[in-house]
């Protein structure tokens, strides 16, 4: 079945940088595109970026355009957030998320149970 | 502000329907087509419920049913359960972006 699993949260100190990873299994990942969503404690879904299933575009909510950086490596069914320059505002639950349909940036049928990412001083 | 603007919170009581608004602000806010609607429970990961405005994914109670009229998706449930209590997120995207609506407590 399907498993997504994040990895690589914690506590950081604002300016430094986190890289969060996602590892897939039971589907072909490399025919699908991904996506972090985050969750900041206390509040709504906040959609952070998404990569094609090829990794040929990548695309990034304005809040974290030029910071943080998404790829993949389709060789090892492994997703991953380069986060930069942290903020404290980016202080939330990422989860790694799959579109229902391959091939496509849709609506997320499989997502991780998040990983913790804490940004203080 | 978001995108897609949803209801804080709506109630109501076991056996009983609701129904769940998300009105598009923009017009560049996805495609036509593109809503879906997720749950999610305290400490959890969201769910999905309902894709391209009215699909719903395996194992999802036919008791969730989606509609689309103009630049406004509702999400309704139907037969209320206790377990039906969560949050409710409406979402809409296209190739490069996604956006999420600001979330409704739904209280049974």
């Known amino acids: 079945q399907v498993h997504l699993e994040e990895s690589g949260g914690g506590g950081v100190q604002p300016g430094r940088s986190l890289r969060l990873s996602c590892v897939a299994s039971g589907f072909t990942f490399s025919n699908y595109g991904m996506h972090w969503v985050r969750q900041a404690p206390g509040k709504g879904l906040e959609w952070v970026a998404v990569i094609w299933y090829d990794g040929s575009s990548q695309f990034y909510a304005d809040s974290v355009q030029g910071r943080f950086t998404i790829s993949r490596d389709n060789s090892k069914n492994i997703l991953y957030l380069q986060m930069n320059s942290l903020r404290a505002e980016d202080t939330a639950v990422y989860y790694c998320?799959?579109?229902?349909?391959?091939?496509?940036?849709?609506?997320?049928?499989?997502w991780g149970q998040g990983t913790l990412v804490t940004v203080s001083s | 502000q978001s995108a897609l603007t949803q209801p804080a919170s709506v109630s109501g009581s076991p056996g009983q329907s609701i129904t769940i608004s998300c009105t598009a602000t923009?017009?560049?806010?996805?495609?036509?087509?593109?809503v879906s609607w997720y749950q999610q429970h305290p400490g959890k990961a969201p769910k999905l419920m309902i894709y391209d405005v009215s699909n719903r994914p395996s194992g999802v109670s036919d008791r969730f049913s989606g509609t689309k009229s103009g630049n406004t998706a509702s999400l309704t449930i139907s037969g209320l359960q206790a377990e039906d209590e969560a949050d409710y997120y409406c979402s809409s995207y296209t190739s490069r972006r996604t956006w999420f609506g600001g979330g409704t407590k739904l209280t049974v």
């Open positions: 998320a799959r579109p229902h349909f391959d091939h496509s940036s849709s609506a997320a049928d499989y």
């Open positions: 923009s017009s560049n806010v996805g495609g036509y087509n593109s």
